[in-house]
T-cell receptor, first 114, second 114 residues
């Protein structure tokens, strides 16, 4: 079956531009997560949705970061006024159930801010 | 705050050898622990998920153990192959209600020498 998909796979933005990153979770998965992975580091949590509700956004680094999942399926991570320190791989994951659910990851979007 | 450490950061072994990767975590109140592999430029592939009540999980040549009380997990790879070359990440889910995020280590970069 289809896994988690993300688009675009690569994004180059000039500093100050807004970007939108898309995640299509596995069909029927309740939970959706966004993580940020800097070069040579492990992924770090950004935000979590249960269906359409954003239950935890404690990892978002600033108010320039915004995520939504309006219909409880596809999610978009938006970064406004991008800065060089936003350059990273943005990973999306989904899980079928809440609590103890195995998380399945997409291929990521590599964002480079010039 | 949960911290996850993986040692060593990099490991090179000849093909055919058995090897062990280590993961330690500071807060033993975890819900589960997951091992992933990440190939260069790719997302994360889930290898094994161990619930807090379990001691180990096996899949093919992989065996993961969990000692929650000491805050340690190991991933054992038998009869290593060049295709096993990748970065291996462990991640824990803490057991606080409402907390769904994984906390990752920085990974062990494994190279299998043909």
């Amino acid at each position: 079956g289809a896994g988690v998909s993300q688009s675009p796979r690569y994004k180059v933005a000039k500093r100050g531009q807004d970007v939108a990153l898309r995640c299509d979770p596995i069909s029927g998965h309740v939970s959706l997560f966004w993580y940020q992975q800097a070069l040579g580091q492990g992924p770090e949590f950004l935000t979590y949705f249960q269906n359409e509700a954003q239950l935890d956004k404690s990892g978002l680094p600033s108010d320039r970061f915004f995520a939504e999942r309006p219909e409880g399926s596809v999610s978009t991570l938006k970064i406004q006024r991008t800065q060089q320190e936003d350059s990273a791989v943005y990973l999306c994951a989904s899980s079928l159930i809440t609590r103890s659910g195995e998380q399945f990851f997409g291929p990521g979007t590599r964002l480079t801010v010039l | 705050k949960q911290e996850v450490t993986q040692i060593p950061a990099a490991l090179s072994v000849p093909e055919g050898e058995n090897l062990v990767l280590n993961c330690s975590f500071t807060d033993s109140a975890i819900y589960n622990l997951q091992w992933f592999r990440q190939d260069p430029g790719k997302g994360l592939t889930s290898l094994l998920l161990i619930q807090s009540s379990q001691r180990e999980q096996t899949s093919g040549r992989l065996n993961a153990s969990l000692d929650k009380s000491s805050g340690r997990s190991t991933l054992y790879i038998a009869a290593s192959q060049p295709g096993d070359s990748a970065t291996y990440l462990c991640a824990v889910l803490v057991s606080n209600f409402g907390n769904e995020k994984l906390t990752f280590g920085t990974g062990t970069r494994l190279t299998i020498i043909p």
